[in-house]
C-alpha cells in the first residue's frame, strides 16, 4: 500500500493541510499511524512518505526509516526553489 498524506508543515508559515474541511493536523497523522500498524498486524506491506520532522520520526520509530532529497518546483521565483529532506517509511 502506498500513502502519500498531506505532509506535516515543516514551518509555521508552510501549513498547507486543508484537504478536508477539518484539516489534517497532529491528530489525523496519528491516526494514520494508527492505520499503517493496522496494515502492518495484517502483513500488508505499505511505503510511507511524509516530511522529515521530530513527530514523523517519533510516530515511526518502529519502521523502516530512511530520508531522501526531493526537489521542489513550486516557489515564488526559480532561486528559492530547494530540495528538502522527505521521510519515507515502510513496514518491510
Request: glycine share 4%; net charge negative; aromatic share 12%.
Given at each position: 500500500?502506498?500513502?502519500?498524506?498531506?505532509?506535516?508543515?515543516?514551518?509555521?508559515?508552510?501549513h498547507?493541510?486543508?484537504?478536508?474541511?477539518?484539516?489534517?493536523?497532529?491528530?489525523?497523522?496519528?491516526?494514520?499511524?494508527?492505520?499503517?500498524?493496522?496494515?502492518?498486524?495484517?502483513?500488508?506491506?505499505?511505503?510511507?512518505?511524509?516530511?522529515?520532522?521530530?513527530?514523523?520520526?517519533?510516530?515511526?520509530?518502529?519502521?523502516?526509516?530512511?530520508?531522501?532529497?526531493?526537489?521542489?518546483?513550486?516557489?515564488?521565483?526559480?532561486?528559492?526553489?530547494?530540495?528538502?529532506?522527505?521521510?519515507?517509511?515502510?513496514?518491510?
Amino acid at each position: 500500500v502506498y500513502l502519500d498524506p498531506p505532509y506535516v508543515p515543516l514551518s509555521k508559515t508552510a501549513h498547507f493541510t486543508s484537504y478536508t474541511r477539518g484539516g489534517f493536523g497532529k491528530e489525523e497523522q496519528k491516526e494514520l499511524k494508527e492505520f499503517c500498524d493496522s496494515l502492518d498486524s495484517s502483513g500488508a506491506r505499505f511505503l510511507l512518505n511524509n516530511s522529515d520532522t521530530e513527530l514523523v520520526r517519533d510516530l515511526y520509530s518502529s519502521y523502516n526509516f530512511s530520508v531522501v532529497e526531493a526537489p521542489r518546483s513550486l516557489a515564488a521565483s526559480a532561486s528559492s526553489r530547494k530540495s528538502v529532506a522527505e521521510a519515507v517509511v515502510s513496514n518491510y
